[in-house]
């Protein structure tokens, strides 16, 4: 029998709405699989019970008093929802994955949180991170590191690792993360959940570090395409504070519309014709998901975007993004901070006036041409990443199908790339990688596509899951208790 907490996210709504399900219930389970499995995993790092039991209660008598009289509720009314732990939480502790935060409590919640609880979520816990979200392996000095669900010897991506962990695992039924580079289609990927970066401004957010910037979206992350949806319409909303946020409609994602996969036309690329990085058995494995999946549609055809100058571009502008957000703290706290954070400032520091210049007329002409690009074609798809999961105890790999990583950026280029587009970007399980771990694909959206994008994935992944060689088993975790 299928506990509560493993159902997906809209037919745990559906089953509530029906008085088939408790709020009540579904929280406990989520608190029983979290006793058993976050020992082991590690996903989630502070919780506030006591408030979600509050909440659950009231969503219980919520649905029973709209069962009497009628009437709609906020659509995640009675769902256990994680927040990435960069962001800020009312009552609920919140690192930033930093030992210089590690005992901090906000008194207010962000806009975005303060959305999603007038969307009817319940705010259960934080999930893990690394540092200020910087990295794709999640582990940090106040929690330690989080564990693949599929293989708790190896690492379940960054920086959304936490929220990827819990939704694998059953934790939650819903997840928030954020992406730069990738880091919420990375660990999405690797965990075998969904994982969706929306078009910038979406998600309206306050404390935007640099007025206009692609680099950091707040997503949703789910076990399906219409759960991460689901999650989007309490996440979605106009920030007058966010110089990127516009009117938008939240309520038209919760319910995806019907997409005829035959009628689309698709281009796919293993690796941005040789500017990305890619190991040789995730290229294998891509060849044969392509294969599969492009009978589906109107065509299917083998197309690369000239990202020639995106190594360069995202180096130079992540350089800028840390310096202004990290300068003071590597200032002063040099020796607390996470590598990683002190070598990208320092790097940034480094650069000229004329670095950014050139890197910003670079972006321009990229940008100019991925819509060129996009102007025949409804989707792109690539691979989800470039390696299998790694080793925790190896780290980071410093080469990549035997190429030689200049820094722990380089293996992310399939992603980051695309964040230069500004467009949305999903990543979808599609099985397993020569390792016997989770693989999944990017689709990239036309901009501001972001309903049509999630709907096509929603039907894709109904193909996927009619395949056998393309279906992924959920992970087996109670083995590594």
Same mark, same amino acid.
């Given at each position: ?29 989520? !608190? ?6 976050? @020992? ?9 019970? =006591? ?12 649905? /029973? ?16 929802? %994680? ?17 210089? #935060? ?53 690492? =379940? ?12 695992? @059953? ?23 969904? %994982? ?7 998600? %309206? ?21 219409a759960d991460a949806a689901l999650l989007l319409s309490g996440l979605a909303g106009d920030e007058s504070r966010d110089t990127l946020a516009g009117p938008c409609r939240p309520e038209d994602f919760d319910g ?7 009628? !689309? ?25 392509? /294969?599969?999946? /492009? ?30 957000? #990290? ?9 607390? !901070? ?65 190429? =030689? ?17 500004? #467009? =949305? ?23 501001? @596509? ?6 096509a994935s929603a039907a894709l992944e109904a193909a996927i899951q009619a395949r056998p060689a393309l279906r992924l088993p959920r992970p087996d975790f109670r083995r590594f208790r």
């Open positions: 029998m299928t506990d509560a907490c493993d159902l997906d996210a809209v037919l745990a709504r559906r089953r509530m709405r029906a008085r088939e399900l408790s709020p009540v219930e579904l929280l406990k389970s989520c !608190l029983e699989r979290i006793e058993d499995v976050n @020992g082991t995993i590690n996903a989630i790092v502070a919780m506030d019970i =006591p408030r979600a039991r509050a909440d659950a209660a009231a969503a219980e008598r919520s649905f /029973a008093q709209a069962n009497k009289k009628g009437g709609n509720l906020p659509p995640l009314t009675g769902l256990p929802v %994680g927040i990435k732990d960069l962001n800020r939480t009312a009552g609920l502790r919140t690192t930033y994955g930093s030992l210089l #935060h590690k005992d901090d409590v906000p008194d207010t919640d962000e806009a975005m949180v303060a959305r999603l609880r007038q969307a009817g979520g319940i705010i259960l816990g934080k999930t893990n991170t690394p540092e200020f979200g910087s990295g794709s392996n999640t582990t940090n000095k106040v929690y330690g590191a989080t564990k693949n669900p599929y293989d708790p010897e190896r690492t =379940p991506g960054g920086s959304s690792g936490g929220s990827a962990a819990a939704l694998a695992t @059953g934790m939650l039924p819903l997840a928030h993360g954020s992406d730069t580079g990738g880091s919420l289609r990375n660990p999405a990927t690797w965990c075998g959940v969904v %994982g969706f970066r929306p078009t910038p401004g979406l998600v %309206g957010r306050e404390g935007r570090t640099l007025n206009y910037t692609h680099f950091n979206v707040q997503g949703p992350m789910g076990r399906t395409v995806l519309p019907e997409t005829d996969l035959s009628k !689309l036309r698709v281009a796919w690329s293993v690796d941005f014709g040789g500017t990305a990085p890619i190991d040789d058995a995730i290229r294998a494995t891509f060849n044969n998901v392509i /294969a599969e999946i /492009a009978p589906l549609f109107a065509h299917c055809v083998p197309r690369d975007p000239d990202f020639s100058a995106a190594r360069d571009i995202f180096w130079i502008l992540r350089c800028i993004y840390y310096v202004a957000s #990290h300068e003071d703290r590597v200032a002063q706290h040099r020796d607390v !901070l996470s590598p990683n954070i002190v070598s990208n400032v320092e790097a940034g520091m480094a650069m000229t006036l004329a670095d950014a210049a050139r890197a910003e007329r670079q972006w321009s002409k990229l940008y100019a041409g991925f819509q060129d690009f996009f102007a025949d074609i409804d989707l792109l798809i690539v691979p989800g990443n470039a390696v299998s999961p790694f080793l925790i105890k190896d780290g980071i790999p410093t080469s990549v199908g035997g190429k =030689p990583m200049q820094n722990y950026v380089d293996a992310s280029l399939i992603r980051s790339a695309l964040t230069l587009t500004g #467009h =949305p970007v999903i990543a979808l399980p599609s099985g397993l990688d020569s390792v016997g771990m989770p693989f999944g694909v990017q689709i990239v959206g036309k901009r501001r @596509g972001d309903l049509a994008l999630l709907a």
